[in-house]
């Protein structure tokens, strides 16, 4: 049986992320989805059609300074029709990390490159189209960067089997599917 972790609210955390919501609603008021604290995490979700926006303001405002993008990368969710590119940004002078998601349709998995803002996104935005099939208009070089060119799937979207379908030993159950 597991045992239920409970990790306590941090309050300078938690007025971190209603300051920031605050200014994101005032911004961009029909573009911020939800703000919430996993973990003591601050996270926000953006609509697809302003993640760009949302993302330059983040960077360049003296505010917020979130020039440093730790991490890119996408995630299919559990009903299987839609995609979503989560980033980490980090606010080095403050020591202040946020996660931005977004999410989108499996039918038109697009979503604007960020190549321009940071150059370390070239790479890991390839590996996410590598991956999930999530477009980066704009990017300048989106191929696959790990799979062969020739693979015709997206092997971590969840319409494709975990284990091989010959053996009898394995059931994608164990895998949340």
């Known amino acids: 049986m597991r045992r239920k972790v409970v990790i306590p609210v941090d309050e300078k955390q938690q007025e971190f992320l209603e300051s920031l919501k605050a200014d994101l609603m005032q911004q961009f008021p029909d573009g911020i989805v939800s703000a919430e604290l996993p973990y003591n995490f601050p996270t926000i979700t953006v609509k697809h059609n302003v993640i760009k926006d949302v993302l330059i303001y983040l960077k360049e ?4 300074n979130f020039f440093f993008l730790t991490d890119l990368t996408g995630i299919q969710t559990p009903d299987e029709q839609h995609l979503g590119v989560i980033y980490h940004l980090h606010n080095m002078i403050t020591n202040q990390r946020i ?14 490159t960020v190549t321009d803002l940071w150059k370390t996104a070239n790479w890991m935005e390839r590996e996410t189209y590598d991956f999930f099939g999530i477009v980066f208009k704009g990017h300048p070089d989106l191929r696959r960067i790990l799979n062969p060119d020739e693979m015709d799937i997206f092997p971590l979207r969840k319409e494709y089997p975990v284990e091989d379908q010959t053996r009898e030993d394995k059931d994608d159950t164990m895998f949340g599917r």
Request: no cysteine; aromatic share 16%.
């Open 61 to 64: 405002s003296e505010k917020w």
């Open 99 to 112: 996660r931005v998601k977004t999410f989108f349709g499996i039918d038109k998995p697009e979503v604007p």
